[in-house]
């Protein structure tokens, strides 16, 4: 579970300060508040897997999101000339399998565990709790978005 006091902020600006190397100015993180220590732990595994392999001016995050319920960080080659090396290139997919798995288990909005579902037809991983709070909250029209609470 996320600290009560967590701050998505100062999260996302400690992770971009961490990570300048790898994150361009500008981009984006399409994940809420559960997924964020999920982000922080695979820009680590990314960033480690780049330095090894002598890639760390080359190579940045394109994407940072939810698709069918999984998290997604897209990594690329700075330069379009360029192209990964077999090595870099299996590396990145184990971190991408690595963080698909870990986020089909936690609650995006709270950071619990939980698990992939359809609710309305939308691909979202969430606990017990927020799964339900959702549920209702579609029934009931959609009302506000009090339901992440
Ligand atoms: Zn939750």
Known sequence: MLP???N??????????KHSAILPADIDFYVEDGWLPVVADG???????????????KAHVR???EKFGELRIYVRPRYEEHQFSDELATNLATVRDNISR????????????????????YHQTLCGYHADRR??????????EEWRK
């Open 4 to 6: 009560i006091d967590f």
């Open 135 to 144: 549920k209702a909250w579609i029934s009931h029209g959609r009302p506000d």
């Open 102 to 121: 870990v986020s089909r288990h936690t609650c995006e909005v709270c950071g619990d565990p939980g698990e992939l579902d359809v609710i309305a037809g």
């Open 63 to 65: 994407q940072i999101k």
């Open 43 to 57: 820009l680590q595994q990314i960033q480690d897997f780049i330095e090894k392999n002598r890639w760390l001016h």
């Open 8 to 17: 998505r902020e100062k999260f996302i600006a400690d992770i971009r300060e």
